[in-house]
């Protein structure tokens, strides 16, 4: 606690006199982080951050994660008990080895394992260094430590696969449409000269050996290209690109070969087709008629609302109108009522569709 107060002293200090600290949202990454870790001490939200991972995956097949069941009757705030998991932590490098499992493929399955969570359910473990990690003997993987979690809206999801997905095959004008789109890059910036500036990134990874190109490497050169187009740090995107950088040296660490972009293009294309798709698109539909629906047994008392609002604002009209001539009245009550509809009517689009 005392830590993050001195952050917040520096970066309060830093943001008022810098404009770059003020781009970046040093403080409110700061207040993000104090957030995690305020939620981390309650040992009741992590044993419902394990119960809720374990019934996601449960229900996804093509994620293999091992998940330790929640004794309730023996977990409190300050106390969580969970089945004991038996492997060998991944920190224990040499002991994973002497397992005799296909380590590429370890790799590979962890990597291909977290972004499916983050992608699939928009919930993912955030902190998978390797004690976190447990590696049975038939090769399954166990995760533990879910004091640490992360979300993201479906929006945020199709964002970020988009973006890496652009930089994985080298569609770099789609790739700035996109951060423009989303609202990561002021409007009067130009996105070609946006998309001119991601070539240079993407180029400069390209063709070199696995080992020479990483996820850090390529958000490190992303942080510096925002400084010229004025981009803010994206909050809700900050623990997802920090554990991206973890998950890719833990896969790393198991297979110096690993190579983060070949995982890239096949999931995140395939995971973007089925979000987009017309089926996807259909059922996004489906979700907002069914909103609708539940806003409809209120309209009436908007309305009602609304038509109070009305006659408070005549009043104030008719007010006005005895101060001025007949006609220029009527006119300006006139227009008035046209506005007052537009008002009622703009009102309920809000109410129903916002």
């Excluded at 006005?320 to 506005?339: C, F, L, N, P, Y």
Aim: glycine letters at 6%; charged letters at 25%.
């Amino acid at each position: 606690a005392r830590d993050l107060a001195d952050f917040f002293f520096i970066t309060r200090i830093a943001e008022r006199f810098d404009p770059q600290a003020r781009r970046l949202r040093l403080v409110e990454v700061i207040a993000t982080l104090k957030k995690v870790f305020d939620t981390e001490l309650n040992l009741r939200f992590e044993a419902a951050s394990i119960a809720e991972m374990a019934e996601k995956i449960e229900q996804h097949e093509d994620i293999h994660f091992i998940i330790p069941n929640v004794n309730w009757n023996l977990t409190a705030n300050n106390i969580l008990t969970t089945d004991w998991i038996d492997g060998t932590p991944l920190s224990d490098l040499e002991a994973v080895k002497a397992l005799n499992i296909d380590m590429p493929k370890l790799a590979t399955e962890i990597v291909t394992c977290f972004l499916k969570q983050a992608l699939e359910f928009g919930f993912f473990h955030a902190d998978m260094h390797p004690g976190n990690i447990f590696i049975k003997e038939d090769g399954q993987i166990a995760l533990v430590d879910f004091g640490i979690m992360n979300r993201l809206s479906k929006d945020e999801r199709r964002v970020l696969a988009e973006i890496l997905y652009g930089f994985a095959t080298g569609d770099y004008l789609h790739n700035a449409k996109v951060h423009f789109a989303a609202g990561y890059v002021p409007s009067h910036h130009s996105v070609e000269d946006f998309a001119l500036a991601l070539r240079v990134i993407g180029e400069t990874m390209k063709g070199k050996p696995a080992e020479e190109v990483s996820m850090g490497g390529l958000l490190g050169q992303l942080l510096q290209t925002t400084e010229d187009f004025e981009m803010q740090t994206q909050l809700q995107l900050v623990m997802l690109q920090k554990n991206l950088v973890i998950v890719e040296g833990v896969a790393r660490m198991i297979d110096p070969k690993f190579d983060m972009f070949k995982i890239f293009e096949p999931l995140l294309g395939a995971w973007l087709k089925k979000t987009l798709g017309i089926e996807a698109k259909a059922k996004d539909g489906i979700e907002a008629l069914v909103e609708l629906a539940g806003h409809l047994p209120q309209i009436p008392t908007y309305v009602e609302r609304m038509m109070r609002s009305i006659e408070q604002l005549e009043k104030i009209a008719k007010s006005d109108a005895v101060m001025a001539e007949s006609a220029k009245s009527s006119r300006r009550h006139s227009r008035i009522q046209t506005g007052l509809l537009f008002v009622v009517v703009g009102a309920l689009i809000a109410v129903m569709f916002g």
